[in-house]
């Protein structure tokens, strides 16, 4: 086993095997997953190059952003929390939970008491060293409904939290199998004292700390000297550019302006992909471009429009038209096959423009226009998106009337406020994080409004529940209530298309998120 292991990390380190096949094989051979994640990750950075400003150009950035990552809503400040701060534990690319602030997990039988042994030595950028109790402030804020935080919804089955010497603990209502994967939500980045003093100060315990922050416009960052991990953070600086026009972003990365650009327009993938010393990556994963609609709002409030209007939209023609094949077709639900316990013998909701009318008719709306709200940042293709939405809307004589609104302010000022619009999410690694993030009654970020006591009562038990078929049907049940009475319309599940430099080394596909899920500043480096 020893010779074979050998020749798997120097493999790793060439850089002739990719994560997958790396994790694939050692755990074949017995090793945990976990080990077999981190000696990927020390072999791969074996040979990582020091130095140099590494700048990605993003799409997703607001003159509203904030360095309080409780408020993190759209792709600029998440990639921003991801790079000055860390949270207990990470996801990795093959789904394994990676070790962070916290270096042990365990947990009691019927996983209702959660221990996280917190890691020695950790400091903040403000030189003070992490805490059990900086821990423990940070779960406490964002168990308050006045933080706004968008990990309310994960964390408000905690019951009761406790610090005691480097070890924190958690006791649930309910017992959480998964629980160790709600505490990678990326607004859980641990802060001095919770952030309780100062949230949007942007200290933290990350590879890199916060030089340069305006909104809307550019984000810089050094190289944190004391990061307890020599296995990330290569580059001295990193940046970030907030770049939103698609046309512009892809000229920025031609020229050498910046190395990596998140949102390829899938149209010219394959024409960028060809321009020297570029690369277009696609990675398949659990991300969705979206049409919401407020549920308790009218006339979303009926669900027979709802299910008129989600039965006029043609998902396949979106596929092919806005993604360019680079997805999939969705189902009025936030879970595809990339996760755990799914259910594919849930039927596909396909174009019914007859149906689609029956269900209108049924409604008694008034005939008056039904309003879209979206922009093009909403996701790339957006308006074209709407657009097709509303040609094939009409065609099942469904009035739906289109309003464009500017990207600056998308994600405060129309994204959950407004009773129907366009959006997306990234996913979740696994199914009660997406659920408990977006659809549970009581979810800061339950951007349609559905409030359902059976989905509730469903999610909660799937939690406990510790046999894997009966977790599945209780999903599968989820799943149907959503798709039949919540105000999801799910056309697409996209692809991350994502833009490269020749001279950027270190990167690795990862189905979580975009740019590497938020790591690719902190992970890569200058070759």
Same mark, same amino acid.
């Given at each position: 086993?020893?010779?074979?292991?050998?020749?798997?990390? %120097?493999? =790793? @380190?060439? $850089?002739?095997?990719? *994560?997958?096949?790396?994790? #694939?094989?050692?755990?074949?051979?017995? &090793?945990?997953?976990?080990?077999?994640?981190?000696?990927?990750?020390?072999?791969?950075? %074996?040979? =990582? @190059?020091? $130095?140099?400003?590494? *700048?990605?150009?993003?799409? #997703?950035?607001?003159?509203?952003?904030? &360095?309080?990552?409780?408020?993190?809503?759209?792709?600029?400040?998440?990639?921003?929390?991801?790079?000055?701060?860390?949270?207990?534990?990470?996801?990795?690319?093959?789904?394994?939970?990676?070790?962070?602030?916290?270096?042990?997990?365990?947990?009691?039988?019927?996983?209702?008491?959660?221990?996280?042994?917190?890691?020695?030595?950790?400091?903040?950028?403000?030189?003070?060293?992490?805490?059990?109790?900086?821990?423990?402030?940070?779960?406490?804020?964002?168990?308050?409904?006045?933080?706004?935080?968008?990990?309310?919804?994960?964390?408000?089955?905690?019951?009761?939290?406790?610090?005691?010497?480097?070890?924190?603990?958690?006791?649930?209502?309910?017992?959480?199998?998964?629980?160790?994967?709600?505490?990678?939500?990326?607004?859980?980045?641990?802060?001095?004292?919770?952030?309780?003093?100062?949230?949007?100060?942007?200290?933290?315990?990350?590879?890199?700390?916060?030089?340069?922050?305006?909104?809307?416009?550019?984000?810089?960052?050094?190289?944190?000297?004391?990061?307890?991990?020599?296995?990330?953070?290569?580059?001295?600086?990193?940046?970030?550019?907030?770049?939103?026009?698609?046309?512009?972003?892809?000229?920025?990365?031609?020229?050498?302006?910046?190395?990596?650009?998140?949102?390829?327009?899938?149209?010219?993938?394959?024409?960028?992909?060809?321009?020297?010393?570029?690369?277009?990556?696609?990675?398949?994963?659990?991300?969705?471009?979206?049409?919401?609609?407020?549920?308790?709002?009218?006339?979303?409030?009926?669900?027979?429009?709802?299910?008129?209007?989600?039965?006029?939209?043609?998902?396949?023609?979106?596929?092919?038209?806005?993604?360019?094949?680079?997805?999939?077709?969705?189902?009025?639900?936030?879970?595809?096959?990339?996760?755990?316990?799914?259910?594919?013998?849930?039927?596909?909701?396909?174009?019914?423009?007859?149906?689609?009318?029956?269900?209108?008719?049924?409604?008694?709306?008034?005939?008056?226009?039904?309003?879209?709200?979206?922009?093009?940042?909403?996701?790339?293709?957006?308006?074209?998106?709407?657009?097709?939405?509303?040609?094939?809307?009409?065609?099942?004589?469904?009035?739906?009337?289109?309003?464009?609104?500017?990207?600056?302010?998308?994600?405060?000022?129309?994204?959950?406020?407004?009773?129907?619009?366009?959006?997306?999410?990234?996913?979740?690694?696994?199914?009660?994080?997406?659920?408990?993030?977006?659809?549970?009654?009581?979810?800061?970020?339950?951007?349609?409004?559905?409030?359902?006591?059976?989905?509730?009562?469903?999610?909660?038990?799937?939690?406990?529940?510790?046999?894997?078929?009966?977790?599945?049907?209780?999903?599968?049940?989820?799943?149907?209530?959503?798709?039949?009475?919540?105000?999801?319309?799910?056309?697409?599940?996209?692809?991350?298309?994502?833009?490269?430099?020749?001279?950027?080394?270190?990167?690795?596909?990862?189905?979580?998120?975009?740019?590497?899920?938020?790591?690719?500043?902190?992970?890569?480096?200058?070759?």
């Amino acid at each position: 086993m020893s010779d074979q292991l050998d020749r798997f990390v %120097a493999a =790793a @380190k060439a $850089g002739k095997m990719t *994560r997958r096949d790396f994790v #694939g094989r050692t755990t074949a051979m017995g &090793l945990s997953l976990g080990l077999a994640s981190a000696l990927y990750t020390k072999a791969a950075n %074996a040979q =990582a @190059k020091k $130095g140099g400003l590494l *700048r990605a150009g993003m799409q #997703g950035g607001e003159s509203t952003n904030s &360095l309080d990552p409780a408020l993190a809503a759209s792709e600029v400040p998440f990639m921003i929390n991801m790079t000055w701060g860390d949270m207990l534990v990470d996801v990795g690319p093959t789904g394994e939970i990676e070790y962070r602030i916290a270096e042990e997990i365990s947990a009691n039988s019927d996983a209702t008491e959660w221990k996280f042994k917190i890691r020695q030595g950790v400091e903040f950028h403000n030189g003070k060293t992490v805490t059990a109790e900086d821990v423990l402030a940070t779960m406490r804020r964002h168990t308050d409904e006045k933080s706004q935080s968008g990990a309310l919804g994960i964390v408000q089955g905690i019951t009761e939290m406790s610090a005691d010497g480097d070890m924190v603990t958690m006791k649930l209502a309910s017992g959480s199998a998964d629980f160790p994967y709600l505490m990678a939500d990326y607004h859980l980045i641990i802060q001095p004292n919770g952030g309780l003093d100062n949230p949007t100060e942007g200290v933290g315990a990350g590879p890199y700390k916060v030089v340069v922050h305006e909104p809307g416009v550019r984000h810089g960052f050094e190289k944190f000297a004391n990061h307890w991990n020599p296995d990330i953070g290569h580059a001295d600086q990193v940046e970030i550019l907030v770049i939103n026009d698609g046309t512009a972003r892809a000229a920025a990365l031609q020229s050498g302006q910046v190395h990596m650009i998140n949102r390829v327009d899938p149209k010219i993938a394959d024409l960028l992909g060809r321009v020297p010393g570029v690369s277009v990556n696609a990675v398949a994963g659990r991300g969705h471009y979206v049409f919401i609609m407020h549920c308790d709002k009218a006339p979303f409030d009926n669900n027979d429009l709802r299910m008129a209007l989600k039965m006029g939209i043609n998902r396949q023609e979106m596929v092919d038209k806005i993604l360019g094949g680079l997805g999939s077709r969705g189902n009025d639900f936030p879970i595809n096959s990339a996760y755990p316990l799914f259910d594919d013998s849930i039927p596909q909701r396909d174009y019914d423009a007859a149906m689609a009318a029956e269900y209108y008719k049924k409604s008694g709306h008034d005939g008056s226009p039904i309003v879209l709200q979206v922009a093009a940042g909403a996701f790339p293709g957006a308006v074209e998106a709407a657009q097709l939405f509303q040609q094939s809307a009409q065609a099942a004589g469904i009035p739906l009337e289109l309003k464009r609104e500017p990207d600056d302010g998308y994600w405060s000022n129309v994204w959950n406020v407004a009773p129907f619009c366009a959006s997306y999410w990234g996913g979740r690694p696994v199914q009660d994080q997406m659920y408990s993030t977006a659809y549970l009654s009581t979810a800061e970020w339950n951007d349609t409004k559905f409030r359902n006591a059976k989905f509730d009562e469903l999610l909660t038990a799937a939690r406990a529940e510790l046999d894997g078929a009966k977790r599945k049907g209780m999903y599968s049940e989820m799943a149907h209530i959503l798709r039949d009475e919540g105000g999801l319309i799910l056309p697409m599940f996209n692809d991350f298309v994502e833009g490269v430099r020749s001279e950027v080394a270190g990167w690795e596909a990862d189905p979580n998120g975009e740019l590497m899920n938020g790591r690719a500043l902190a992970r890569c480096w200058l070759a």
